[in-house]
Structure formats: C-alpha cells, structure tokens
C-alpha cells in the first residue's frame, strides 16, 4: 500500500470515529429526545459564543448554503430561542442574537454533554494519553479551518457524483 492510499484510509477511519464519537455525545446529551438538530444547536452556540451575525455570516462558518441556515434558525426563531434585530452600523442588515431561552436550552445540552464527555475521557484515558488530547484537539481544529484547494475538492466530488 502507498502511503496516499494508506493516508487515505486514515481520513476514511477519522470521518468514521468522528461520526461514531458525535454520535455516542448525541446519545448520552439526550439530544436523541431533542426537538433541536446538531445543526441547529452548532448554530445556536456559534450565535451565544461568537459575534454578531447574519444568516449569512452563520451560513458560511456552518459551511452550509444560506437558504439551509434559514430553514436551521427558523423553527428555534419560532420557539422563542432567537431574535432578530437591526445592525446599529448598518441598518440594512439583520443580525441573530440568542435570547435567554435560548441560553438556557444551549447550556442545558452543553452540561450534559461535557459531563458524560468528562467521565469517558477519565475512564477510558491512561494517564500518558491525556497529553495527547490536547494536540489532538488542536489538529482536529486545523482540519475543520482548512482550506482544500479546488483541485482536490473537485477529484473528490466527481468521485462521488459516479456513485
């Protein structure tokens, strides 16, 4: 095997252990039981923790379309979990802002998750290995912020288009 193919399979076993792991914090969030998706909980903590946004600008750090970000933030709209108002520098836009259902809803499931994540790291980490969590964290960051060039995105899209 050539180390491409063999970098390869790693992503492959990456992508799965990250949907796995999402999946077990889902579970063990109560987020199952949910009326709220991941997509619409990453967007309402980007709105509480980040800075004031647009649909757009959520849009774009959610990698997603903005016509999907209308149809994540409109039913937590609805419910009473985000407001809308008008940007004071420039009036034409409208920026998303949480309120404190919506606080409280987030915090709720970031308790949860936090804890049940604390208590598996404790009990499956050898001591050695919680050294490595940090660098881990910082290069599952730095993939998450990278920017593939277009050539490779493109190889990658036809490739699934054949399927």
């Known amino acids: 095997m050539n180390s491409g193919s063999g970098r390869s399979s790693a992503a492959v076993d990456l992508d799965l252990a990250i949907q796995r792991l999402r999946g ?42 903005p016509q999907s970000m209308a149809a994540v933030l409109g039913p937590m709209e609805q419910e009473g979990l985000l407001v809308r108002h008008r940007d004071p520098q420039d009036g034409r836009r ?6 404190e259902m919506g606080r409280e809803v987030l915090q709720s499931v970031l308790e949860l998750r936090n804890a049940w994540l604390t208590a598996a790291v404790d009990h499956v980490l050898r001591p050695e290995e919680y050294d490595v969590l940090p660098v881990l964290v910082d290069v ?22 054949a399927l």
């Open 24 to 65: 077990r914090i889902r579970s063990e969030s109560g987020l199952d039981n949910s009326p709220w998706s991941r997509s619409q909980l990453s967007a309402l903590d980007r709105i509480v923790h980040g800075p004031p946004s647009t649909a757009s600008d959520l849009a774009a750090a959610e990698s997603m379309r």
């Open 140 to 161: 599952l960051n730095r993939l998450a912020d990278c920017e593939v060039p277009p050539v490779a995105r493109r190889a990658g899209r036809s490739r699934v288009a």
């Open 94 to 99: 409208m920026l998303i802002a949480a309120t």
